[in-house]
């Protein structure tokens, strides 16, 4: 059931649409999410220009996120809510974002914090936190214990 439930939200991840129109169970009018439109519009060419050569246009990663290369690094993974970004924290994204490295893995996220301001990492997170199907999203935001 899992596997079908990934696959799926791969499938979906990779087809929708920009505009802002539901794609494959995504909730893109954000109504209870903790970012707005404006942020998420901000965030897209900010995502665009700094993220998607390593993580994909859609945010779907490389395709072999999972395994460690033979340095024993791992490739970007995807942010589309079909890998693990919805484990983490605003605030571990963001640390990420803004220092580089893995949270909980090797890998070679570069720092982003001498090119983007706070308010332009939060707009790329919002940008690809808007591209979260509602049942990853509501699952990250559940309180943690």
């Not at 605003?90 to 706070?118: F, N, T």
Request: glycine residues 12%; aromatic residues 10%; charged residues 20%.
């Amino acid at each position: 059931m899992a596997v079908l439930f990934t696959v799926t939200l791969s499938a979906c991840s990779e087809h929708g649409k920009e505009s802002g129109e539901s794609m494959g169970g995504v909730d893109n009018n954000n109504a209870d999410r903790w970012y707005t439109e404006s942020m998420v519009s901000q965030g897209k060419p900010l995502y665009q220009a700094n993220c998607a050569q390593c993580h994909g246009g859609f945010g779907q990663g490389n395709p072999d996120w999972r395994k460690p290369a033979d340095d024993g690094r791992y490739l970007p993974p995807p942010l589309n809510g079909t890998g693990h970004a919805w484990h983490h924290s605003l605030d571990q994204l963001r640390g990420v974002i803004k220092y580089g490295r893995g949270p909980d893995v090797p890998s070679d996220m570069p720092a982003w914090g001498e090119k983007l301001s706070d308010e332009e990492i939060n707009a790329v997170m919002a940008w690809f936190q808007s591209r979260w199907p509602d049942e990853i999203y509501q699952a990250w935001s559940r309180p943690k214990h």
